[in-house]
Every structure is written in C-alpha cells, then in structure tokens.
C-alpha cells in the first residue's frame, strides 16, 4: 500500500497484491478480531489505483474506499455485538515504572545514532519495540489492541502522558510455551518493563459479518 492522504502522493491511493480482507481493514478501520469473513477474503489478491480529490478528508477516504468495494464487489454487511476475549490494561502492584514525558507533543522526529528515525513500532529478527514519547495509556491500549488482535480498554487511571520503551519477542509470542531464550511474551514484558498488566475478561465486542460479496469485481 502506498500513496493516499499523509502520504508524499496524497491525490493517489494504490494497493498491490492486496487480500480482501486488508482491503476492509484498511476500509473501516476495525481490528482483524473484529472481522467474520470467508476463506477466500484472505487468499484471493487484487491490484487498486484510485485518485483522490484535492481537500478529502481521512473520513470521507474512508467512505470512498467503502463505496469501491460496495459498488465493484457489491459487499454487503452488517454490524452485531460478539461475545469474546477482551483485555483491561491495568497496573500491576503500587507504582507503574513509566517515565513522565517532559516532549512536547509536537517534538521533531527523533533519530537513532545512526540517523535514521525512530519508528514508533519497529519488529526485527523476532524482536518487537515501542519506543514512543508523549504517550497517554488510552494511546497505549490501541497500540496493544493491534499487536495482541484483541480489544484492549485503558483501566489504568493514570491520565499523564509518558515516554514508552517496550521490548518483547515475537516468536514467544506466536509459541503456545512462550518459556523460551527468545524473550518475554508482551505479557511479560508488560508487567517486568512498565509495571502493567493485561487483565483478560469477556465482553461484547461489535465486529462485522459479511453477508455478500463477489470474488471477481466489476472491470473498470
């Protein structure tokens, strides 16, 4: 995926090699657990150039990406409530060990020591990192919800901003026993680096079902 709004060609979007199922996720902005879908949505691949006028808005991209897969594929879906897996992001013990952040919000990008900017999120040889400033919990909990696949809720009640530095493995994570030289599992690293905790509990999660949808879209 490259091109689209905040981007360096905001007037193109263009996906390669793009399963159906991404295309919805990056159409209505939902979790891939909040997503009901058949098999093929995750196997079949497809290409998109689309054009997008001058003053869009992320909402009304948004709305156009919708409309595309409306009018090409001729989705339809609907919304409902699931019972599911759902996580609070609570502090474990007294005192959480995060460090207040003294960076204004607008701070210019940081960069390593070898000039390169420090990516919010960055995985490497099995090694995922946070590595953020100015973060409140509430922005912490969504950046949790997209690595664990499962909605996480701020039950913290911390209402500060800080700077985050979070290192765990991702291959303990993908393992069913995560006790392995590779490193802590998100869960572990959680509660060991910040003094916070991942509470699990059932909750109603809205997700989308697929009721139709064709395999081959309209020609342009």
Same mark, same amino acid.
């Given at each position: 995926?490259?091109?689209g709004?905040?981007s360096?060609?905001?007037s193109?979007?263009?996906?390669?090699?793009?399963s159906?199922f991404?295309?919805?996720?990056a159409?209505y902005?939902?979790?891939?657990?909040q997503l009901?879908?058949p098999?093929?949505?995750h196997?079949?691949?497809?290409?998109?150039?689309?054009?997008?006028p001058?003053?869009?808005?992320?909402?009304?991209f948004?709305?156009m990406l919708?409309?595309?897969?409306?009018?090409?594929?001729k989705?339809a879906?609907?919304?409902?409530?699931k019972?599911?897996?759902?996580?609070?992001?609570?502090?474990?013990g007294?005192r959480?060990?995060l460090?207040?952040?003294?960076n204004?919000?607008?701070?210019?990008?940081? %960069?390593?020591?070898?000039?390169l900017? +420090? @990516?919010p999120?960055? =995985? #490497?040889n099995?090694?995922?990192?946070?590595?953020?400033?100015?973060?409140?919990?509430?922005?912490?909990?969504?950046?949790?919800?997209?690595q664990i696949?499962?909605?996480?809720?701020d039950?913290t009640? %911390?209402?500060?901003?800080?700077?985050? +530095? @979070?290192?765990?493995? =991702? #291959?303990?994570m993908?393992?069913?026993?995560?006790?392995t030289?590779?490193?802590?599992?998100l869960?572990t690293?959680?509660?060991?680096?910040?003094?916070l905790?991942?509470?699990a509990k059932?909750?109603?999660?809205?997700?989308l079902?697929?009721?139709?949808?064709?395999?081959?879209?309209?020609?342009n």
């Amino acid at each position: 995926m490259f091109g689209g709004l905040g981007s360096r060609d905001p007037s193109r979007f263009v996906v390669e090699n793009f399963s159906f199922f991404n295309l919805l996720l990056a159409s209505y902005e939902v979790g891939r657990y909040q997503l009901s879908t058949p098999a093929w949505m995750h196997t079949a691949k497809f290409d998109i150039t689309a054009k997008i006028p001058e003053g869009t808005t992320q909402a009304q991209f948004h709305m156009m990406l919708r409309n595309l897969l409306e009018d090409r594929f001729k989705l339809a879906l609907h919304r409902e409530k699931k019972e599911m897996k759902v996580y609070e992001l609570t502090v474990r013990g007294d005192r959480p060990k995060l460090k207040e952040s003294t960076n204004p919000p607008d701070s210019p990008r940081r %960069l390593d020591k070898d000039g390169l900017p +420090i @990516l919010p999120v960055m =995985t #490497r040889n099995g090694q995922t990192r946070f590595d953020v400033i100015n973060e409140s919990m509430e922005q912490l909990a969504t950046r949790l919800t997209n690595q664990i696949n499962g909605q996480v809720t701020d039950a913290t009640g %911390l209402n500060g901003k800080y700077d985050i +530095i @979070l290192t765990w493995s =991702t #291959r303990a994570m993908a393992m069913e026993d995560p006790a392995t030289d590779s490193g802590p599992t998100l869960f572990t690293a959680l509660e060991e680096q910040l003094g916070l905790k991942l509470v699990a509990k059932k909750g109603l999660v809205e997700v989308l079902v697929i009721d139709h949808a064709e395999r081959t879209p309209t020609e342009n």
